[in-house]
């Protein structure tokens, strides 16, 4: 079916579903907005800031998510099959997004839509299925219950193979802080972060379906498949057999455990000889692996796995990421890599982020080493390290909210909260969200991308290991070398690059396109952007967008209460070193590159976007009239 | 043979990194990440690149390129 709206790029409209009311409209923005606010993360964000603030319960009905497909899903720009989930997170209580692959962004676009809007909540479980431009409300009786494989199965089965579902588990139905959004069935693609799954929850919306034949307009299509069909024969064999497609992320974990990236044991020591037993040379040896390729993808990172015998014999089923064999591994001093996948594959039928899992997890055995938590608490279960059989009973216990599981399921900052005492010393987040697995103490740009990213602590919005200047990720206005070892310009290249990355989630687009489109995905996709649309952009323009999207955020967040002192990182990264390898002695210097940041950004002292700043971008709307922002910084 | 991200190259006995580096950059298994920022783990040791002309690569050694960005 042809798609006759005027709109390219865009599919035009939006679903907006009130779970309260039972009802469904089509919401249309107009061409300045789409532009101004280009793709899924800046759209959804707009919208969170338009319609929630910080009264916004969470939880409550008044709480709106937001799934976006990317802007170039359902196109043949490639590595471009990303979605966006943006909600106010229930972990942080503040600004709350995560990110996809698999193929439900590209059938969201296909059924019609930009995106859907979710207000208010039902009184009983439903799902929403939208089929080429229709949209209903339907009973989630026969899927309510049932884990996320096992709910994509029944609503295939009911819709069809071509039918992709967005799902949550029990982590999202009982309300962990944590839960993520599932899709894509058994290959268990993941909106891990920041709970969006259990917004999902607490509106008491089991699913979105998604399928459908729209195509999506592109105003010079023979220039995009031209380039396209070009970049793939350039590429050509090195796409075929390549370690990307053989390992997937997991493939990073040699070289985080050489560099002292790694987290082992809630980050308090810096080398753990047991962890060299987690590598991709184990892996291939303990279960059979096969390559997943998300929509418009040519890389294929996705690894399928299965484990064929033993204790943690399972089906094929999407593998461990990098983060998940190190969250729920080396964190935990866990070498068992099918206990690691077993782990995974609980995750992900439950719908559990991986790494507030991990690191919550990792938490709760250090207090228990201290005392602060005992058997008495854990029903005889002792919580020690090294041991999967712990790690898979805390993981049933979290989704299910029982026992122990009742305070784990807050993840690590709330569940440190609640115990007090000096247990926040090792609760290692910022605002509220669970460190990923790169150590600042390493790689000093972790430190302030995870202060500064606007849903907490994150590699993804920002480049993480910069010890170099990366060629990976272009950045437009920045061109400064970077000293090894040295904070000078680190703040300034992060600031940067949060906005290229910003920009690529909003595109939809892969953060490896710098991997296969060479060192400009940002002129790349200018270009591509052009050729769907029409438009005529620069590079700086698109650029431009993702300082937008960055400043929106941030200004959400200040709205939500968070001030200058957020802008911190946890004592346990602050103040202990690693001990060992080269960077055994590191600790993070964040002020120099706060202040490097803040200028970088046209911020004032107080980490609060000046008035300039604010007209420059469009955003005087959003400014916060009744907080003075703080002084301006000079770089001398 | 000497084996670099498990994949063996033509080189059966030593070699010096850099020269090893420089031979099978163009191969398509190592393509996509030699074109990018890497670095190299030499039996799970970091290697700075200042030190690629000093190592002679061995038989028994392990080689793994690792591409800067990754890692998710």
Request: proline share 4%; charged share 25%.
């Amino acid at each position: 079916m042809s798609n006759e709206k005027k709109y390219y790029g865009y599919q035009g409209k939006w679903l907006e579903v009130d779970l309260t009311k039972g009802s469904l409209k089509d919401r249309v923005f107009e061409e300045a907005t789409l532009k101004k606010y280009l793709g899924s993360s800046a759209m959804g964000t707009k919208i969170l800031c338009d319609e929630t603030g910080p009264e916004t319960d969470p939880l409550g009905p008044d709480n709106v998510i937001i799934f976006a497909a990317g802007f170039l899903n359902n196109t043949k720009a490639l590595l471009g099959g990303r979605y966006q989930v943006i909600s106010k997170s229930p972990l942080t209580n503040a600004f709350g997004e995560g990110n996809s692959g698999g193929t439900f962004g590209p059938a969201l676009k296909r059924s019609g839509y930009d995106g859907v809007i979710v207000k208010g909540a039902s009184e009983k479980p439903v799902y929403i299925a939208i089929n080429n431009g229709v949209g209903t409300i339907e009973s989630a009786d026969g899927v309510w219950g049932r884990d996320s494989f096992e709910t994509s199965d029944i609503l295939q089965e009911k819709y069809g193979k071509k039918a992709v579902v967005a799902c949550i588990g029990a982590g999202g139905e009982n309300l962990v802080k944590y839960a993520a959004v599932m899709n894509d069935g058994h290959e268990a693609r993941c909106v891990g972060r920041a709970g969006m799954g259990t917004v999902m929850g607490s509106k008491k919306l089991k699913a979105i379906v998604a399928l459908g034949e729209h195509e999506t307009q592109v105003m010079y299509p023979d220039k995009l498949n031209e380039d396209v069909k070009k970049i793939a024969k350039e590429l050509g064999p090195s796409l075929k057999d390549n370690p990307f497609r053989k390992y997937g992320t997991p493939f990073a974990y040699t070289g985080a455990l050489a560099t002292g990236d790694l987290p082992i044991k809630n980050w308090s020591v810096g080398m753990d000889e047991n962890m060299k037993k987690l590598t991709i040379d184990t892996l291939e040896k303990k279960m059979d692996l096969s390559a997943y390729f998300c929509k418009q993808c040519i890389l294929g990172c996705g690894v399928t796995v299965q484990v064929t015998e033993g204790k943690y014999k399972s089906g094929k089923t999407g593998g461990p990421e990098y983060e998940t064999m190190a969250m729920l591994g080396s964190n935990l001093l866990i070498d068992d890599i099918q206990a690691v996948q077993w782990g995974n594959e609980l995750c992900n039928r439950y719908g559990i982020d991986t790494i507030s899992a991990g690191s919550t997890i990792g938490w709760a055995i250090e207090a228990f080493e201290q005392g602060y938590i005992t058997k008495e608490d854990t029903d005889g279960l002792e919580l020690k390290w090294g041991d999967p059989d712990v790690m898979i009973e805390l993981i049933h216990r979290i989704a299910k909210k029982e026992n122990i599981g009742k305070l784990l399921a807050e993840g690590s900052a709330k569940a440190a909260e609640i115990i007090g005492g000096n247990s926040d010393a090792f609760a290692v987040h910022v605002r509220g969200l669970d460190f990923p697995a790169h150590d600042p103490r390493s790689h000093l740009a972790s430190a302030i991308a995870y202060v500064t990213n606007p849903r907490g602590a994150c590699h993804q919005a920002s480049a993480h290991n910069l010890d170099k200047n990366p060629t990976g990720i272009e950045t437009i206005r920045w061109d400064k070398a970077l000293v090894p070892g040295s904070s000078e310009h680190v703040g300034s290249w992060v600031a940067e690059l949060q906005n290229a990355m910003n920009m690529i989630d909003s595109l939809g687009a892969c953060k490896f396109s710098g991997t296969v489109l060479g060192a400009s995905p940002i002129t790349k996709y200018t270009e591509w952007i052009n050729a769907i649309t029409g438009w005529e952009l620069q590079p700086a323009d698109v650029a431009e967008v993702g300082e937008r999207i960055h400043n929106l955020k941030w200004l959400y967040n200040f709205r939500c209460g968070a001030t200058r002192k957020d802008f911190k990182l946890p004592p346990r990264i602050s103040t202990r070193k690693r001990g060992a390898l080269d960077n055994a002695e590191h600790l993070p210097s964040i002020d120099i590159m706060l202040s490097d940041y803040f200028y970088q950004r046209g911020w004032s002292e107080f980490g609060m976007p000046l008035p300039e700043t604010i007209e420059r971008l469009g955003l005087e709307e959003y400014a916060l009239a009744d907080v003075h922002p703080g002084p301006k910084l000079e770089i001398g | 043979m000497i084996r670099v991200n498990n994949k063996e190259t033509y080189y059966d006995k030593e070699v010096r990194l850099d020269v090893l580096l420089e031979a099978i950059k163009d191969e398509p298994y190592h393509m996509l990440i030699m074109k990018n920022d890497y670095f190299v783990v030499l039996n799970g040791k970091f290697v700075d690149e200042a030190n690629y002309q000093k190592i002679v690569i061995t038989n028994d050694d392990d080689v793994k390129l690792i591409p800067s960005i990754i890692g998710g």
